[in-house]
Structures are given as structure tokens and as C-alpha cells.
């Protein structure tokens, strides 16, 4: 036994079930229900000896390829979108070189870039949280060699147009623009088949959200031949585990599960929306699988009473402009509505103004 470590028969004494405290996980945008039947069923069939050997993700590049109609040599499968952007970071980014980055977005962008030495310009978004495509272009200089644009955006669930990111694209040439899509499937709208005639794209997806494989880190970049070409260089051959490779070959054919899951959660976002709007709580309207909230001063009291009413939502204060914001995820109808249960008690309990609570904000 390591030092310093509790004996086996305290930790059992230790142990709190976490199900017993928070039933439900609003707070990551996770898939809230479950992964395809067929993905458990095909990791419970591995063989004892195939973990024996390195994982080779070469086959599940063709097949996710295929499923997207790109050619092979357009994908490569990554340990999580966390991974991919870290090595467009790596390929693309030097000293003195500039990210455009729109704000408020998903952290990891500028935490990879600072390790690169790369400056990072942020672009504040509209007040509303429209995206800011005038100021983006107007920020493009010669030394602008990455500009990351997650689409739908997280934590505002707006979206900027496929002819915005286009446009974007076509004026830097001598930049790589990221699309992530790691929202795609709550939005419905890509630019994934404009790689073939956009030489600078390069498209982020990931399978932590609707397919529901978040515990096994699988993401993908698709671009031309040309660009990958550099990410390879800095890849890890074996970065994407042989679970991760099983499960996606299991989702993929399992679209209709994950489409109905899907279905179910945009449906249950209209309705929550809607359960927002009656009890008067300000909200943006989302493409995506959350939503974003007004609470106010009181954000903080807000997210720890709701963990204690069982529900986890995640408060994005720090983010810029998002002072007093809290995003919670959307899961299926019924998860929605216990989630709205909890909102009434926790905001009478808190007794939060209504006044920061006063409608839609479009």
C-alpha cells in the first residue's frame, strides 16, 4: 500500500455516492441519457487480447470519412476535440503569430495558444452575443495565422452563418479558420463539404455530445490532404484508444438512436425555453444543446442550491461579458422539467429581483 493512502475498508467508509447527490448534469453539455445500446454492447465484446495491442485508427479514419463523405486522407481521429485543437495550435502558431479569438467562447482555444507564444486577439461578441463577424474581419492582419470559431458557440449557443465563416476564411489566406462543430447536430447546418474548395478550413467534431462518448475522448479534424499533412507531423500514433475506436464504429451504425436522442432534445429545448420564458428568466436563444440564463448577483447561490436541489448547472461569470450568467444544459423533456421544478424553489428560495429576470433577449 502507498503511503499516506486510506486502507481499502475506509475508503468503502469514505465513500458518497455521487447519483445520491446530483441526479442530474446540466453543467458539461453531455449527452444526458445514454450512448447507443449498440456501442455498449460492441465494448463488451472485446476480446481480452485485442487490449493487449496498440490501437490503430487508421480503418475508423475511412469509415468516418466515408460517413461524411470526405476522402480518407481528409480526416484524422483525435483524443477528444482538446486534442485536435491543440495540435492545429502546435502546427500553426509561433512567436508573434496572432489567434483571432471571438469572446466569449470555449476556454481551450487561448489555453493551447499560450503555450505556443502566440498572441491572442480576442473579439468581443454583440452585446446581444450575435457573432462578430464585421470586427473579426476588420481584425485580420498579416500576422493572424489561426482564427477559431466554435459554431454553434459555447457558452452563448449563437451561430454565425456558413457565408460569415467563408467569408472569413477567404479573407486570410494566410490563416487557418477552425469551424467546431461540436454542436452540429443541435444546429444542422456545416460547412464540412466546403474543405474541397476552402484550402484554409479546417473542420473540429466530436463525439463527447450527441453520440454520447465523452468518457472515451474521441474528436476528428477534417481539412484538405494538405493541411493534415502538418497535424500529422506533431500527432501521436496512438492517442485515440482501441475502446474509442470500437465505440465509434458502433455509433456510426447506430444513426437513428442518436438521431431520436436528438429529436428529443430539441424538443425538450423549445419547451424549456418556453418554461424560461413564463417564470421570467432572461435568456439567448441557442442553437445548441444548452441554454444561456440571467441570475444575476446571485449566480453563485444559485448553481450551489441547485446542486443541493440535485440538479448541476455551470456558472460562466468569468467568461467575458457573461457576468452573472449561468448555463444549463438541455437534456430529454422529462429531465427538463424536473430541472424547471427545481429552478422555481431555488429562485423563490433565493428570492432573486425580477428585474434580472425580465424576458428574451433576441
Given amino acids: 500500500m502507498l503511503r499516506g493512502l486510506p486502507r481499502r475498508r475506509d475508503c468503502a467508509a469514505m465513500r458518497v455516492p455521487f447519483a445520491s447527490v446530483c441526479r442530474l448534469r446540466l453543467d458539461f453539455n453531455e449527452n444526458t441519457q445514454a450512448c447507443a445500446p449498440r456501442v455498449v454492447e460492441a465494448l463488451a465484446n472485446i476480446a481480452a487480447e ?20 470526405l476522402a480518407p486522407d481528409q480526416v484524422i481521429l483525435t483524443n477528444g476535440v482538446d486534442e485536435a485543437i491543440h495540435l492545429l495550435c502546435q502546427a500553426y502558431l509561433g512567436t508573434d503569430d496572432e489567434l483571432l479569438l471571438p469572446v466569449p467562447t470555449y476556454t481551450m482555444y487561448e489555453i493551447y495558444a499560450a503555450a505556443t507564444e502566440a498572441r491572442v486577439v480576442r473579439v468581443p461578441a454583440e452585446q446581444s452575443f450575435a457573432f462578430p463577424a464585421e470586427r473579426l474581419l476588420a481584425a485580420i492582419t498579416p500576422s493572424t495565422r489561426l482564427i477559431a470559431i466554435a ?25 487557418i479558420v ?34 454520447g462518448l465523452a468518457g472515451l475522448r474521441l474528436g476528428m479534424l477534417a481539412s484538405r ?68 440564463t440571467k441570475i444575476g448577483a446571485k449566480h453563485r447561490e444559485f448553481c450551489a442550491t441547485m446542486k443541493q436541489a440535485g440538479v448541476l448547472v455551470r456558472d460562466r461569470s468569468a467568461d467575458p461579458g457573461c457576468d452573472g ?38
Fill in 50 to 69: 485485442d487490449w493487449t495491442r496498440y490501437p490503430e485508427r487508421g480503418p475508423l479514419e475511412v469509415l468516418a470519412a466515408a460517413h461524411l463523405c
Fill in 151 to 175: 459554431n454553434p458557440n459555447s457558452p452563448t449557443g449563437a451561430v454565425a452563418s456558413r457565408e460569415t465563416m467563408l467569408a472569413i476564411a477567404a479573407a486570410a489566406p494566410q490563416a
Fill in 178 to 211: 477552425l469551424v467546431d462543430e461540436a454542436y452540429v447536430h443541435f444546429h444542422g447546418e456545416t460547412v464540412i463539404d466546403a474543405i474541397r474548395k476552402t484550402p484554409n478550413l479546417v473542420v473540429a467534431r466530436t463525439f463527447s455530445k450527441a453520440y
Fill in 225 to 292: 490532404e494538405e493541411n493534415l499533412h502538418w497535424i500529422r507531423r506533431v500527432l501521436s500514433p496512438y492517442s485515440v484508444n482501441a475502446a474509442a475506436l470500437v465505440a465509434l464504429r458502433a455509433a456510426l451504425d447506430d444513426e437513428d438512436y442518436t438521431s431520436r436522442y436528438v429529436n428529443e432534445v430539441l424538443a425538450a429545448r423549445t419547451e424549456f425555453e418556453a418554461e424560461l420564458d413564463r417564470m421570467g428568466v432572461r435568456r439567448w436563444p441557442s442553437q445548441a444543446n444548452f441554454v444561456l
Fill in 325 to 362: 450568467l449561468v448555463r444549463i444544459t438541455v437534456g430529454t423533456r422529462e429531465q427538463m422539467r424536473q430541472a424547471v421544478k427545481a429552478m422555481e424553489r431555488v429562485l423563490h428560495s433565493l428570492q432573486i429581483p425580477t428585474e434580472q429576470m425580465d424576458g428574451v433577449t433576441q
